[in-house]
T-cell receptor, first 112, second 113 residues
Framework: SQKIEQNSEALNIQEGKTATLTCNYTNYSPAYLQWYRQDPGRGPVFLLLIRENEKEKRKERLKVTFDTTLKQSLFHITASQPADSATYLCALGGNAGNMLTFGGGTRLMVKP | EAGVVQSPRYKIIEKKQPVAFWCNPISGHNTLYWYLQNLGQGPELLIRYENEEAVDDSQLPKDRFSAERLKGVDSTLKIQPAELGDSAVYLC???????????FGEGSWLTVV
């Protein structure tokens, strides 16, 4: 069965450092992968989308890589700030409509 | 532009009682989704609409859950009767047809006691 794995343990880093979150998947051939941010008590907010034929995507302090051979995506936040503290969800999408399957999310805590 | 609007934000009911959640998607978004999110987990799709047609409801527990999207705009998700295990956040989302980015509402938090 399809499986998306994100580290369920919280990631704690110091302000100014680079945060790296991992999303691994099995039994899936996604056409694209997305990352969302979710704050406590709020709905997920879209951050970035990367397609299967793209290796890397950047947006301001965010960078996403997508390795379809390793079946893995890495999500980086450079120069992290306490305001970046949130849960980050990866989601895989196929070609059949807007079908997104979400991972369980990783909580990021950036300490001042 | 207004985002996806959901109500109520919070609801506490006793088991076996009915409950309904309402969603107003972003204007012009023909695709509407209902997701279920349990604590500490990612959202799971319950049902997806293209206009007023339910195109994917395979994960909707049809014995107690029902949904409708009259006139292809607002949608309602109903649970009857509610069980203790239904306590979760019910997220509504919408997107433009054919676009990959979906926009979520703030969710409706359900507690069944």
């Amino acid at each position: 069965s399809q499986k998306i794995e994100q580290n369920s343990e919280a990631l704690n880093i110091q302000e100014g450092k680079t945060a790296t979150l991992t999303c691994n998947y099995t039994n899936y051939s996604p056409a694209y992968l997305q990352w969302y941010r979710q704050d406590p008590g709020r709905g997920p907010v879209f951050l970035l989308l990367i397609r299967e034929n793209e290796k890397e995507k950047r947006k301001e302090r965010l960078k996403v890589t997508f390795d379809t051979t390793l079946k893995q995506s890495l999500f980086h936040i450079t120069a992290s700030q306490p305001a970046d503290s949130a849960t980050y969800l990866c989601a895989l999408g196929g070609n059949a409509g807007n079908m997104l399957t979400f991972g369980g999310g990783t909580r990021l805590m950036v300490k001042p | 532009e207004a985002g996806v609007v959901q109500s109520p934000r919070y609801k506490i009911i006793e088991k076996k009682q009915p409950v309904a959640f309402w969603c107003n998607p972003i204007s012009g978004h023909n695709t509407l989704y209902w997701y279920l999110q349990n604590l500490g987990q990612g959202p799971e799709l319950l049902i997806r609409y293209e206009n007023e047609e339910a195109v994917d409801d395979s994960q909707l527990p049809k014995d107690r859950f029902s949904a409708e999207r009259l006139k292809g705009v607002d949608s309602t998700l109903k649970i009857q009767p509610a069980e203790l295990g239904d306590s979760a956040v019910y997220l509504c989302a919408s997107s433009e047809t054919g676009r990959n980015t979906i926009y979520f509402g703030e969710g409706s938090w359900l507690t069944v006691v």
